[in-house]
């Protein structure tokens, strides 16, 4: 059964646009205009992944709204803002909202569109396989659970993103040792900007402290990247 992927898009030719791409690649797409069409929809019948624009008619983050409520109904549903909107606190914004990519239409092309859409369906399906044996990756109180995507530090669970989590992995598979920008990107499966990948690990720096004030394991290496070191 192929997967139902709904676009969110105030720009009628751009709609018409994203949904021929994708349909040539064999996904079932929904089409809406406005923020409440589209949450009227999600409410009786949720799709397999939603594109969202920012800018919806009149109102300037209505995207942003629209992905809190689909959060709402569900935390996992890959969510995807594809706007005109390409500034870093934007960016920064739809990720922290739960959103697992943000695009922007000046660098998104209609052949880029469905690989990426690709990529993020399989690890929608990797998620959902089945576990084969416990895979857990042990540093002082850090302990990941491939498996099953948790993480806990000093025995409490942290909560990240699925890119916070790709990162995260990256960083602590070989500790002590620099990953740049670019391997952090091709972790996390995606294609941003430097100061995109910065926010990131800002954020994931807050979401340890709040656990532990002292937390200081990710370290920056100016111009380099970033590495994970336990003291």
Not at 120 to 131: C, Q
Request: charged share 25%.
């Amino acid at each position: 059964m192929p997967y139902q992927i709904a676009i969110v898009e105030d720009d009628q030719q751009l709609r018409a646009n994203y949904a021929q791409a994708l349909e040539r690649e064999g996904y079932k797409i929904k089409s809406y205009s406005s923020k409440n069409e589209a949450l009227t929809a999600f409410t009786h019948n949720l799709p397999d992944m939603a594109i969202l624009d920012v800018m919806l008619g009149e109102e300037m983050e209505g995207g942003f709204d629209l992905c809190r409520d689909i959060r709402q109904l569900s935390p996992t549903i890959p969510i995807i803002f594809l706007t005109a909107r390409n500034s870093d606190l934007d960016r920064v914004s739809g990720l922290r909202l739960g959103a697992w990519d943000y695009m922007t239409k000046d660098t998104t092309t209609l052949d880029f569109l469905p690989v990426r859409i690709s990529a993020l369906f399989r690890i929608v399906e990797a998620l959902h396989g089945p576990i084969k044996r416990e895979k857990k990756l042990i540093h002082g109180p850090l302990i990941i659970d491939e498996n099953r995507k948790q993480i806990s530090w000093k025995e409490i669970p942290i909560s990240l993103t699925l890119t916070e989590y790709w990162i995260l992995l990256a960083l602590t598979r070989r500790p002590g040792d620099v990953k740049s920008y670019d391997q952090l990107m091709e972790a996390a499966n995606v294609v941003v900007s430097n100061n995109a990948i910065t926010s990131h690990i800002r954020r994931i720096r807050e979401k340890f402290r709040e656990t532990d004030p002292k937390f200081n394991a990710v370290r920056s290496e100016y111009g380099m990247g970033y590495r994970w070191i336990l003291d």
